[in-house]
C-alpha cells in the first residue's frame, strides 16, 4: 500500500486512509475493533465499538466480501477473524492496479499549460519545467546549467537534439572544466564551460524562457525565486544576452558532427550553425533562402545559390565581428547576397526559410 500512499501511521492516519477505500466511521470502527483482538464474537466487537449487534453482523457480511475478514458462521457462537494485514495490502494493490489500464484508458492527457509570466518557489518545479520546455523544443535551445544536472536530463537533452533541434549547453561553475568528454556526446549540437556560477537560463524557440539563480539549484533549501517567460518579444533579448554576454567567454568542449542533408530550416541560426560545421570540414553547401529583401515590402522570393562564407561564433573558429551575428553569403548566379534571418538589417536579404543541400 506504500506504492500508493504515504501516511502517518498513528490511530488518525490509519482511519483517514480507510476512508479513502470507502470505509464509513462506523465500518473503520467495527473494523478495527476486530484487527485489534484477532478474532472475537460479535458481542465482544459490539462493546468495543459501541455498536449494536446487529450491525456487527451486518457489516462484518460486507468486510468479508471485501477481503477484511473471515466470519466463521459455521460455528456457534459466530465468530470474527481479521484477515492477516498483508494478505488485505495485497488484494487492496491488485484492485489499484487492476484499475490502473481503465483509468489510463479513460484519461485524457492534456499538455501543461504554461503562463506567461511566472514566479516559481520550488527547486522541483524548475527540473521539471525545464524537461517540460526540452520536451516542446522544435528549432532552438540555448541553455546554462549546472554539471551537476547534467545527468538526469542527459536522456531528454538526447532526444531533444535527435530531433534535429540545435542546442547549445554552456555548463557554469568550478567544477565544468572537468566534465569528461565523453558524457558530452550527444547532449547539444555543442557544449561549452565557463568556470564562473552563472544562473540557469534556458530558451526555447525565441519565445519560452526561465531563469534561476545558481544556488536554487545548487542547494534544495535556498530561498531563491525562478521566474518563467512566455514572451515573444522578451525571450529574444535573453537569448541575446546569452550570445552576447556568456558564449563568447566560455570554452569549446564538444562540438557535435553536421546532420543529414538536405534539410529545410525555420531556425535561421541553425540553418547557419549546419553551414558552418561543413564548411569546416571543406564541404560545400548549396543554399535555398526564401524571403524578401532587406528594406523591401515586396513579396516573398527565393534565392539560391553556393555558400561561399559564414559569419557565426557559434562554434571554432568564430568569423563573426559581432556577438549575435549570425549570416552567411551566397553565390546566387555570379552575384553575392549576404543572408540574415528574421529582423535582418545590414544583411541583403532577410530568410524565412533556408534549405540546405
Known amino acids: 500500500m506504500s506504492k500508493y500512499f504515504t501516511v502517518n501511521m498513528d490511530g488518525r492516519g490509519l482511519e483517514d486512509l480507510l476512508e479513502q477505500f470507502g470505509l464509513s466511521e462506523k465500518e473503520i470502527d467495527t473494523y478495527l475493533a476486530i484487527l485489534e483482538r484477532g478474532e472475537a464474537k460479535a458481542s465482544e466487537i459490539a462493546d468495543e465499538a459501541d455498536v449494536s449487534k446487529?450491525?456487527?453482523?451486518?457489516?462484518s457480511e460486507e468486510l468479508d466480501e471485501?477481503?477484511?475478514?473471515e466470519v466463521k458462521d459455521h460455528e456457534v457462537p459466530t465468530k470474527i477473524r481479521a484477515i492477516a494485514p498483508e494478505d488485505v495490502i495485497e488484494q487492496l494493490s491488485g484492485t489499484l492496479d487492476t484499475m490502473e489500464p481503465e483509468l489510463e484508458r479513460r484519461f485524457t492527457s492534456t499538455e501543461e499549460s504554461i503562463k506567461q509570466f511566472e514566479v516559481i518557489k520550488?527547486?522541483?518545479?524548475?527540473?521539471?519545467?525545464?524537461?517540460?520546455l526540452l520536451e516542446r523544443a522544435e528549432e532552438e535551445v540555448t541553455l546554462i546549467l549546472p554539471p551537476s544536472l547534467l545527468s538526469s536530463l542527459r536522456s531528454t537533452l538526447v532526444e531533444t537534439v535527435e530531433r534535429d533541434v540545435m542546442v547549445l549547453l554552456l555548463l557554469s561553475g568550478p567544477e565544468a572544466?572537468?566534465?569528461?568528454?565523453?558524457?558530452?556526446d550527444g547532449v547539444a549540437s555543442a557544449v561549452r564551460s565557463w568556470q564562473a556560477r552563472a544562473p540557469m537560463i534556458i530558451t526555447v524557440d525565441a519565445e519560452f524562457g526561465l531563469i534561476a539563480p545558481n544556488e536554487m539549484l545548487s542547494a534544495s533549501n535556498a530561498e531563491a525565486n525562478a521566474i518563467s517567460l512566455v514572451q515573444q518579444q522578451l525571450v529574444p533579448v535573453i537569448v541575446g544576452s546569452f550570445?552576447?554576454?556568456?558564449?563568447?567567454?566560455?570554452?569549446?568542449?564538444?562540438?557535435g558532427g553536421p546532420i543529414e542533408l538536405p534539410k529545410t530550416f525555420t531556425s535561421f541560426r541553425h540553418a547557419v550553425l549546419q553551414a558552418a560545421l561543413?564548411?569546416?570540414?571543406?564541404?560545400?553547401v548549396t543554399a535555398i533562402a526564401t524571403g524578401r529583401t532587406?528594406?523591401?515590402?515586396?513579396?516573398?522570393?527565393?534565392?539560391?545559390?553556393?555558400?561561399?562564407?559564414?559569419r557565426q561564433g557559434m562554434v571554432k573558429p568564430a568569423t563573426n565581428s559581432f556577438p549575435v551575428e549570425s549570416a552567411f553569403t551566397l553565390d546566387d548566379d555570379g552575384e553575392s547576397?549576404?543572408?540574415?534571418?528574421?529582423?535582418a538589417f545590414i544583411e541583403d536579404f532577410e530568410a524565412e526559410t533556408v534549405r540546405l543541400e
Request: proline share 4%.
Open 177 to 184: 572544466e572537468e566534465t569528461p568528454v565523453e558524457q558530452l
Open 66 to 69: 471485501r477481503g477484511f475478514v
Open 243 to 255: 550570445f552576447g554576454n556568456y558564449w563568447p567567454i566560455a570554452r569549446e568542449l564538444y562540438v
Open 337 to 343: 547576397v549576404s543572408v540574415g534571418g528574421s529582423g
Open 122 to 132: 520550488s527547486r522541483s518545479t524548475v527540473l521539471k519545467r525545464i524537461e517540460t
Open 54 to 59: 446487529r450491525y456487527v453482523y451486518s457489516i
Open 294 to 310: 532587406v528594406g523591401s515590402e515586396t513579396d516573398t522570393e527565393t534565392i539560391q545559390g553556393p555558400i561561399v562564407s559564414v
Open 278 to 284: 561543413r564548411s569546416n570540414q571543406g564541404e560545400t
